[in-house]
């Protein structure tokens, strides 16, 4: 019996102490327990500290509490522990889920929040560095290609890379508000434990090279669902897997040289530098990143345009019906940059390379 069994049979029996437990337990298989007598213990002891304090240690039952957004003390008073208690708990939640803090007010937050997420990464003054660019992998959508992926990592390496830059949409996402979407996903992978998991275990690993990732539209859709982060959870089962948030992040290689992550919630144009430019002339001044590596669009290409170096980063998963439809092309494959610096850390030359993609694998789970 599994742990979540056998928590709805005790509660059941009135949640009962260890010692009366066991005998009802055995009484139930007729002398004859699938659990041994310390498994009992252990899962009396755990059913009670998750039952106690109105359900502060049971993780659905505490969420729901944070939906609408209360204030710790508040919070502290009705689940009757200390405010230290109650932030450790917070801390450990906020690994997985999206909980955010108002000023005093904690929430589990459905809505995406856009946030400035901005990082620095030290080169040790090398004056040539070469990096890997993906996007739009799709893992858990049934035309995902993971060989591809797996061998552009190997090549990553044997090049000389030690990051990989993904601009989002890792995983396939749930859209509910569009019920074909459900069929486009493989069995038995459309809850965010599951491709959470499912990532975790397939995404390419090579030693030394790490990822960095940004989150895409359809990765939100799990925490438009119910508030779950699946990059945090992936991102907690993976060294190699370091997550930078929601939709884009800015990060600072050298001291005058910043590469900028960005998953844009456009849809296709006709002409594929038109959303680039458009975005690119709508930065602020002062603020525009020396390599621009841009998502969603499933969309390869090279284009420098305002001393700025863009990539349209491509994708790793093959047209869907959906995008057939709506007649949008799939470039699929992925890149390879060498970017060599002047003394000062700023760009002396940018050598992009595409690695292409033309034969998909099926069912290349």
Request: proline share 3%.
């Given at each position: 019996m599994e742990y979540s069994a056998f928590k709805k049979w005790w509660l059941k029996k009135g949640s009962p102490g260890q010692k009366k437990t066991y005998q009802m337990y055995r009484k139930r298989c007729n002398g004859?327990?699938?659990?041994?007598?310390?498994?009992?213990?252990?899962?009396?002891?755990?059913?009670?500290?998750?039952?106690?304090?109105?359900?502060?240690?049971?993780?659905?039952?505490?969420?729901?509490?944070?939906?609408?957004?209360?204030?710790?003390?508040?919070?502290?008073?009705?689940?009757?522990?200390?405010?230290?208690?109650f932030l450790d708990r917070i801390k450990v939640l906020k690994k997985s889920f999206n909980i955010v803090d108002i000023g005093d007010i904690i929430k589990l937050e459905k809505n995406i929040v856009i946030k400035n997420n901005k990082y620095s990464l030290d080169l040790n003054g090398e004056s040539k560095v070469i990096f890997g660019v993906t996007s739009d992998n799709h893992f858990c959508n049934k035309l995902q290609q993971l060989t591809f992926l797996k061998s552009f990592y190997r090549l990553c390496k044997e090049r000389g890379a030690?990051?990989?830059?993904?601009?989002?949409?890792?995983?396939?996402?749930?859209?509910?508000?569009?019920?074909d979407h459900i069929y486009e996903i493989m069995g038995g992978k459309i809850g965010v434990d599951d491709q959470a998991d499912y990532v975790a275990e397939v995404y390419p690993y090579e030693e030394g090279i790490i990822t960095d990732v940004i989150g895409g539209n359809h990765d939100e859709t799990h925490i438009q669902n119910g508030g779950a982060d699946v990059l945090k959870r992936v991102a907690n089962q993976r060294n190699d897997f370091n997550y930078l948030g929601n939709g884009s992040a800015t990060i600072q290689i050298t001291k005058n040289c910043s590469v900028r992550l960005i998953h844009p919630l456009d849809g296709a144009t006709y002409a594929l530098?038109?959303?680039?430019?458009?975005?690119?002339?709508?930065?602020?001044?002062?603020?525009?990143?020396?390599?621009?590596?841009?998502?969603?669009?499933?969309?390869?290409?090279?284009?420098?345009?305002?001393?700025?170096?863009?990539?349209?980063c491509g994708t790793t998963c093959g047209q869907t019906l959906w995008m057939e439809r709506k007649r949008i092309a799939a470039h699929t494959g992925a890149w390879i940059v060498e970017v060599t610096f002047d003394k000062e850390g700023k760009i002396l030359r940018f050598l992009p390379e595409f690695i292409p993609l033309y034969k998909m694998v099926k069912e290349d789970y």
């Open positions: 004859k327990p699938e659990l041994k007598f310390l498994d009992i213990i252990d899962y009396t002891k755990r059913a009670k500290k998750e039952t106690e304090n109105n359900g502060f240690y049971d993780d659905s039952t505490f969420l729901k509490f944070l939906e609408k957004g209360e204030t710790k003390e508040n919070l502290c008073n009705y689940f009757n522990v200390d405010l230290q208690t030690k990051r990989v830059f993904n601009a989002g949409d890792v995983t396939e996402g749930h859209f509910k508000r569009r019920p530098s038109y959303s680039a430019q458009k975005y690119v002339d709508s930065i602020q001044g002062g603020e525009k990143p020396d390599i621009l590596l841009i998502g969603h669009h499933h969309k390869a290409m090279y284009l420098f345009y305002r001393n700025i170096h863009i990539l349209e």
